[in-house]
């Protein structure tokens, strides 16, 4: 049993910037991929980044270029840093891991809200 515990949400301005932690804990054994999700108000959950072991990364298309990535494989720690953020960014973002390679894992965190607004 994988415990995922997200931390770092909160409210900014649009054009602010956020960074949101996930760490993982548990019977975790190896972690291939580590990433984050996203959900807001009356949409689907979509992909905002995912990460490999090696470092490999893949983002969805309308964060591209403004979140970036990052895992500390010793710390079991999942990174985003999210800058230029936009109204429509507003959503609870779950943390997700998986041992193999698929989109996306079986293990999700609680969520963490983040709202920007002015």
């Known amino acids: 049993q994988v415990q995922l515990v997200e931390s770092g949400g909160g409210l900014v301005q649009p054009g602010g910037s956020l960074r949101l932690s996930c760490v993982a804990s548990?019977?975790?054994?190896?972690?291939?991929?580590m990433g984050w999700y996203r959900q807001a108000p009356g949409k689907q959950r979509e992909l905002v980044a995912s990460i490999t072991e090696g470092g490999t990364t893949i983002y969805g298309e309308s964060v591209k270029g403004r979140f970036t990535i990052s895992r500390d494989n010793a710390k079991n720690t999942v990174y985003l840093q999210m800058n230029n953020l936009k109204p429509e960014d507003t959503a609870v973002y779950y943390c997700n891991t998986a041992v193999i390679n698929v989109l996306p894992g079986p293990s999700w965190g609680q969520g963490t809200q983040v709202t920007v607004s002015s």
């Open positions: 548990g019977s975790i054994g190896k972690i291939y991929r």
